[in-house]
């Protein structure tokens, strides 16, 4: 079994998806104790964003790829490779601005390759059939009733930006994060220690064979 651990947020110690996702590899590791474990961290090395150069690699024969789409075409070439390569991919997705950080957003920009991660012809996927686990964080509350209810575009976002992929995200999302450290949001701390104490739970029961003890 193999697992690939992807990172996106830029707030390093202090980000709570980074704390979710080593959570989670920790309970896979504990689950699958001859595993392998890949990681990438968007939030440090980000992926180039596709460009006029590069972009057009998806939309040129190989054999007339100039030197810059050459090089964009063979780095999504080894990122759905990675992909392939996993049983499980975990992605750790706060939420910036309302969206998905930009690093997410190149990621899957450099996934949907023809030939690659979906069939031209049949518009059939090429990366289904693995787990794909999502640890949504979120420094508001986004929830039906809230004042900004349907103002999370990340969460809504990634299955349709992967769908072509075959890739199918199930979420296990923490909000109101910022609540500890935000004054104004300090009434809001109890709703996000029951929002995180759920997400860890459902995270610490994600590979637990059924009926075992926990």
């Known amino acids: 079994m193999h697992l690939l651990h992807i990172d996106s947020s830029i707030r390093g110690d202090w980000s709570v998806s980074r704390r979710l996702t080593a959570r989670a590899v920790d309970a896979w590791r504990a689950a699958h104790p001859d595993g392998?474990?890949?990681?990438?961290?968007?939030?440090?090395?980000?992926?180039?964003?596709?460009?006029?150069?590069?972009?057009l690699a998806r939309m040129t024969p190989a054999n007339q790829h100039t030197p810059a789409q050459r090089e964009s075409w063979q780095l999504s070439e080894r990122l759905v490779d990675e992909v392939k390569q996993a049983d499980v991919v975990l992605l750790g997705l706060p939420l910036y601005n309302f969206g998905a950080p930009s690093s997410v957003k190149s990621w899957v920009d450099h996934l949907i390759v023809p030939g690659l991660?979906?069939?031209?012809?049949?518009?059939?996927?090429?990366?289904?059939?693995?787990?794909?686990?999502?640890?949504?964080?979120?420094?508001?509350?986004?929830?039906?009733?809230?004042?900004?209810?349907?103002?999370?575009?990340?969460?809504?976002w990634l299955p349709?930006?992967?769908?072509?992929?075959?890739?199918?995200?199930?979420?296990?999302?923490?909000?109101?994060?910022?609540?500890?450290?935000?004054?104004?949001?300090?009434?809001?701390?109890?709703?996000?220690?029951?929002?995180?104490?759920?997400?860890?739970?459902?995270?610490?029961?994600?590979?637990?064979?059924?009926?075992?003890?926990?």
């Open 117 to 156: 991660a979906y069939d031209p012809t049949t518009q059939e996927g090429l990366l289904g059939g693995r787990d794909f686990v999502v640890l949504a964080t979120r420094g508001g509350g986004y929830g039906e009733g809230t004042p900004r209810y349907g103002w999370d575009h990340a969460e809504p």
């Open 36 to 55: 392998t474990v890949a990681y990438r961290d968007l939030g440090t090395e980000p992926l180039p964003h596709l460009d006029a150069d590069g972009g």
């Open 160 to 214: 349709h930006g992967l769908s072509l992929t075959g890739m199918q995200p199930r979420f296990i999302t923490a909000e109101l994060t910022l609540a500890p450290s935000v004054p104004a949001m300090a009434e809001l701390i109890p709703l996000h220690e029951a929002s995180l104490a759920a997400a860890e739970k459902e995270i610490d029961n994600l590979w637990v064979p059924a009926g075992a003890a926990r």
